[in-house]
């Protein structure tokens, strides 16, 4: 009934915020025996591959040194993984496509980049990654780790709610976690349908043998989210998303960026359906990827 984590891409750009998702791809992977694949996307054009060749050539040593440097520290946990890098004019593109062509389960990135925008509260390639993906996203500051404590669950009732209690219950039964099921209203009027959204989460959690603990507080629920997570000194954060994959524009504003923005913690997005990704299409300008594998 609850997935199983079998296949696991980290994005990673060489960057200070990439260290919190390579922490915890490696984590994941050694805890649930999932495969590791580690993706460096070097984003390129022909006027910089031209005018700054030299530049260039050393940018691409530190990647091919950052990927080995991975693999050690995998290694070191007890984790083989796979490591390639890939140049092209849209990491989120590369990236999406890689997870696709590899059917990964998880993709997982840091919160901003390189080119992350500091009015923005997550960087553009995150925010399109969880907008096209084909799979779940988690999403890592640098610093945050998952301590295999507490993971919050925010539902509403809806389909894509319903996909992320069944992720959520399948990371705490792997990493033996205990589970908070959220459910916030705006007014108390919906006090009745709050609580049977927590107790669907309740009886699954505990037919796993799950610690679990309800809450229905009233409150906006970006707010209500982040002071619970922030309170209970939750781990992870388990959210849903509506299906429809491929505009970016539609995540911009939503509840889950706003989270993502602003958690402490980790947040796994998740998807209730498993639409095809958005991939480029005939005689569309795509980019050049030379995939180098690093062994």
């Known amino acids: 009934m609850f997935p199983k984590l079998r296949k696991i891409l980290l994005a990673t750009d060489g960057s ?34 031209t005018i700054g060749v030299h530049y260039f050539d050393l940018e691409t040593g530190d990647a091919a ?59 553009e390639t995150a925010a399109e990654i969880i907008s096209k993906a084909p799979c779940k996203v988690l999403v890592v500051p640098k610093a945050a780790k ?15 709610s319903d996909a992320a209690i069944s992720e959520a ?18 007014t108390p009027e919906y006090l ?21 603990e309800s809450l229905t ?19 992870l954060i388990v959210m849903g998303a509506p299906g429809n994959k491929g505009v970016t524009g539609m995540f911009r504003g939503s509840t889950a960026e706003k989270v993502i923005g602003q958690a402490g913690c980790a947040v796994l997005v998740v998807r209730a359906n498993k639409e095809a990704s958005t991939r480029v299409q005939p005689g569309e300008k795509v980019l050049e990827t030379r995939q180098a594998v690093i062994v």
């Open 16 to 49: 200070l915020y990439s260290e919190g998702a390579i922490r915890e791809a490696i984590h994941f992977a050694r805890q649930c025996s999932a495969r590791l694949t580690v993706l460096f996307v070097q984003e390129t054009n022909p006027e910089y591959e």
């Open 65 to 123: 040194r950052h990927l080995r440097a991975i693999q050690a520290r995998a290694s070191h946990e007890g984790v083989q993984c796979e490591a390639f890098l890939h140049r092209g004019d849209n990491a989120s593109t590369v990236i999406v496509d890689e997870a696709a062509d590899r059917s990964a389960d998880m993709i997982i990135t840091g919160r901003r980049g390189r080119r992350g925008l500091a009015k923005l509260l997550i960087g």
């Open 146 to 160: 998952i301590e295999d404590g507490t993971i919050l669950v925010a539902t509403n009732g809806s389909d894509h």
């Open 169 to 186: 219950i399948g990371i705490a039964r792997c990493r033996e976690s205990r589970i908070i099921a959220l459910s916030a209203m705006r």
């Open 192 to 212: 009745d349908k709050a609580r049977s959204n927590v107790r669907q989460v309740a009886a699954l959690a505990q037919e796993e043998g799950l610690l679990v």
């Open 217 to 235: 507080p009233v409150g906006k629920s970006v707010d209500v989210i982040l002071e619970t997570a922030s309170g209970r000194a939750a781990d």
